[in-house]
């Protein structure tokens, strides 16, 4: 059975959900604050993230944030739930790291739908992720390059994973920061410059020319999506 998060301060609304999602088979859990989201979310292991914005106690961009820098959520589906309906909300809201935006007043069963699409997808997410000769085992935490074992740190392999799995999309600095040393460090933006030479120096064949992670200028680095030519998922 599928774990449901619901962050949700309206409590009419969070009846309603919590009746039909329930009703459709998943389990549901939830809050009426943002308040301790996060700690809920860590403790719960949800499959999904139904994540209100406009909570009276917290601000739902924030705990987005929170989740996305988070190394145990930081890849669990968050759907936004706002009344915000402006295109710049959207944007914000998925370049923030929401997998999907939903404006109020909304169906339900257009929400249920969008929910069974994010199970689907997720029924085929990678633990393997191929780059060419570049392999990178989630489950086992292991990176081969030409099936030889690259000796990898723990905040390098946490880097090299989040840019996998986003092949083609562009990270400023500050936006790695958060995501793979999270929100509590002591870290610059240089650090991130230290990182990526670092991993370019094991798994691309010239750092200074590389292949896989791309530098764009003035913004920050993405992972090439042109040599990231296959997924593969394993049992």
Known sequence: MKKIVL?????????LLKYNLEKEGFA??????????IDLCRREKPDLILLDIMLPDSD????CKG????PELVSIPVIFLTARASETDRIL???????????????VRELIARVKVHFRA???????????DLELDRSS???KLYNSDLQLTATEFRLLEFLMTRPGVVFSREQLLDAVWGHDRAVTDRTVDV?????????????TAPIFIRSVRGFGYSFNESVFNTLTATA
């Open 93 to 107: 809201g998925l370049e923030l790291g929401a997998n999907d935006y939903i404006v109020k007043p909304f169906f």
């Open 141 to 143: 935490c292991r990176v």
């Open 7 to 15: 962050i949700e301060d309206d409590a009419d609304l969070f009846s």
């Open 67 to 70: 989740i996305r820098s988070h």
């Open 60 to 63: 739902g961009l924030d705990i």
């Open 195 to 207: 990182y990526i030479l670092r991993l370019r120096q094991k798994i691309e064949a010239d750092a």
């Open 122 to 132: 997720n029924q085929s997410s990678t633990k393997i992720l191929k780059a060419g």
């Open 28 to 37: 549901l859990v939830g809050s009426q604050t943002g308040r301790g989201a």
